[in-house]
């Protein structure tokens, strides 16, 4: 039972990568005004004047950073396999 548990590898594809970034790039500007006015994230997303300004801001950074990192080419490589150039890749295109 432990040998067939830790024999299971998850392969992670680009898809999978996109996907996680997607749901990290909506998270952050809601985690960052929960921080900022110091309060719990059910409530930022229930006050009347920061839900036009906060979607604004999710889908302006979402389509950014998507942009910037298909342009850059982070979900064209092989990660399993990954060398030095991709990890210069990834600190320029994060950076």
Same mark, same amino acid.
């Given at each position: ?10 392969y992670?594809?680009?898809?999978? $990568?996109?996907? %996680?970034? +997607?749901?990290l !790039?909506?998270?952050?500007? *809601?985690?960052a005004?929960?921080? @900022? ?6 409530l930022?997303?229930?006050r ?12 302006? $950074?979402?389509? %950014?950073? +998507?942009?910037? !990192?298909?342009?850059?080419g *982070?979900?064209?490589?092989?990660? @399993? ?15």
């Open positions: 039972m432990i040998n067939r548990i830790s024999s299971t590898r998850f992670f594809r680009n898809r999978h $990568f996109l996907s %996680i970034d +997607l749901f !790039f909506a998270f952050t500007p *809601l985690w005004l929960a921080l @900022r006015i110091d309060t719990d994230l059910g930022v997303l229930n009347p004047g920061y839900q036009a300004d906060l979607l604004l801001i999710i889908l302006l $950074f979402s389509v %950014i950073k +998507l942009t910037v !990192f298909l342009w850059g *982070l979900y064209r490589h092989y990660w @399993r396999y990954a060398s030095i150039d991709e990890l210069s890749s990834v600190a320029i295109l994060t950076g």
